[in-house]
DNA sequence: CACCAGGCCGTGC
DNA sequence: GCACGGCATGGT
């Protein structure tokens, strides 16, 4: 249970619900419920969700050799894993996250699925497709609590087809193409693109990360972090996060 | 009651 | 290119 909660709601999804005895999400159509790694192993869909076919005790060792700061961040959190979201929902997730908080980005994205998603089962709604969301107003948007974001949500709406270009392009092409959306800008569109597309090259800097790069990294970028700097980032950004709460 | 939140936009240098 | 304030709203 514990060992999930950091994974489905530490801040790369906003799709998981804690219902005490499990965590639930409607994802792919249907509702999943999961209470523990044994849960999803064997379900093609979590399979890959999951990212089970990635060696993490390699990644593992081979990010824990780099220095003590990451071993111990390693060490804290050896079940973290990258999630592998729907790129629309990625996108108007990490537009939602900027300048707020995980759980007002959840309550967000529940009242957005309410109001224009379908509901796959009783008390449980899909995130709303594109099309979906091109109903909403923009006075509809700032009524369900997006605040200034609601202009980039109708951004996204009308760009969406940009997420088809995305898996063709470099990174650095990929990043800038992302950015032409309205709201989106290095950090949101580095979201994107890690939990959307799965690019491991990708190293989100927020407020987080910009304060362990200062104190423990001076000097070094983001090469020192391969071959897959994302992995290094999610892992510093959980182990720093909860150093402060603890 | 302040202050902050997995930032970005617009403006001004 | 970098620095700054403003931004909607709710959590703590």
Same mark, same amino acid.
């Given at each position: 249970?514990? /060992?999930?909660?950091?994974?489905?709601?530490?801040?790369?999804? *906003?799709?998981?619900?804690?219902?005490?005895?499990?965590?639930?999400?409607?994802? +792919?159509?249907?509702?999943?419920?999961?209470?523990?790694? +044994?849960? *999803?192993?064997?379900?093609? !869909?979590?399979? +890959?969700?999951?990212? !089970?076919? !990635?060696?993490?005790?390699?990644?593992?060792?081979? =990010?824990?050799?780099?220095?003590?700061?990451?071993?111990?961040?390693?060490?804290?959190?050896?079940? &973290?894993?990258? &999630?592998?979201?729907?790129?629309?929902?990625?996108?108007?997730?990490?537009?939602?996250?900027?300048?707020?908080?995980?759980?007002?980005?959840?309550?967000?994205?529940?009242?957005?699925?309410?109001?224009?998603?379908?509901?796959? /089962?009783? $008390?449980?709604?899909?995130?709303?497709?594109?099309?979906?969301?091109?109903?909403?107003?923009?006075?509809?948007?700032?009524?369900?609590?997006? $605040?200034?974001?609601?202009?980039?949500? &109708?951004?996204?709406?009308?760009?969406?087809?940009?997420?088809?270009?995305?898996?063709?392009?470099?990174? /650095?092409?990929?990043?800038?193409?992302?950015?032409?959306?309205?709201? =989106?800008?290095?950090?949101?569109?580095?979201?994107?693109?890690?939990?959307? *597309?799965?690019?491991?090259?990708?190293?989100?800097?927020?407020?987080? =990360?910009?304060?362990?790069? /200062?104190?423990?990294?001076? $000097?070094?970028?983001?090469?020192?972090?391969?071959?897959?700097?994302?992995?290094?980032?999610?892992?510093? !950004?959980?182990? =720093?996060?909860?150093? +402060?709460?603890?």
């Amino acid at each position: 249970m514990e /060992e999930l909660r950091e994974i489905l709601m530490g801040g790369q999804s *906003f799709s998981w619900r804690d219902e005490g005895s499990c965590f639930s999400a409607v994802l +792919d159509g249907r509702v999943w419920r999961v209470r523990c790694a +044994d849960d *999803f192993r064997k379900d093609p !869909f979590l399979y +890959d969700y999951f990212d !089970f076919a !990635f060696d993490y005790d390699e990644a593992r060792r081979v =990010i824990a050799a780099k220095d003590e700061v990451l071993a111990a961040a390693v060490a804290a959190y050896p079940q &973290l894993r990258i &999630l592998r979201q729907d790129p629309w929902t990625a996108l108007i997730s990490f537009i939602l996250s900027q300048n707020n908080n995980i759980k007002r980005i959840t309550g967000i994205y529940q009242r957005l699925s309410e109001a224009y998603g379908r509901e796959v /089962e009783k $008390g449980y709604w899909s995130f709303p497709t594109a099309q979906e969301l091109s109903r909403a107003t923009q006075q509809e948007l700032r009524e369900l609590g997006t $605040g200034f974001r609601d202009r980039y949500i &109708l951004d996204a709406v009308d760009k969406a087809g940009i997420l088809t270009e995305i898996p063709g392009l470099e990174y /650095e092409e990929a990043e800038k193409r992302l950015m032409t959306i309205t709201g =989106i800008g290095r950090k949101v569109a580095s979201c994107v693109l890690l939990f959307g *597309f799965h690019r491991f090259e990708a190293f989100p800097i927020d407020v987080w =990360i910009r304060r362990v790069l /200062e104190r423990y990294y001076p $000097g070094k970028d983001v090469s020192y972090f391969g071959p897959w700097p994302a992995l290094c980032q999610q892992y510093l !950004f959980s182990y =720093i996060r909860h150093l +402060d709460l603890d």
